[in-house]
């Protein structure tokens, strides 16, 4: 790159954003937020959801353990990574965490019932 062409580039990108630009990234990030929360409300629900099949495991008619164990490493993965994340995505690790609990106890009174 010629000097002339740094220096074009560094001023263009070193210019401050306008009013505008900030009132839109601030928008994006109430909308992220908001999208974030419903995803993670629902992820609760769905989990929440294997509490039947516990039931049923208990009552003596087990469910295949294999989709409540895949659920229990997948969630596991995703808080670790939301608790590994530079700043920590509240988020993933609640949306995952009942994935977690629910799907273990799934699985174990599945194979045991």
């Known amino acids: 790159m010629s000097s002339i062409s740094h220096t074009v580039a560094k001023t263009v990108i070193s210019q401050p954003t306008s009013e505008n630009t900030q009132h839109e990234q601030r928008e994006k990030r109430d909308i992220v937020a908001v999208v974030g929360r419903i995803a993670s409300v629902l992820s609760v629900i769905m989990y929440v959801s294997y509490l039947t099949q516990i039931a049923n495991n208990l009552g003596g008619n087990p469910g295949s353990p294999w989709q409540p164990l895949c659920a229990f490493f997948n969630c596991t993965m995703w808080t ?3 608790f590994m994340k530079p700043k920590r995505d509240i ?19 599945a194979i045991v019932h």
């Open 80 to 82: 670790i990574y939301g």
């Open 91 to 109: 988020p993933i690790i609640v949306a995952n965490i009942p994935g977690i609990i629910l799907g273990l106890v799934t699985f174990v009174t």
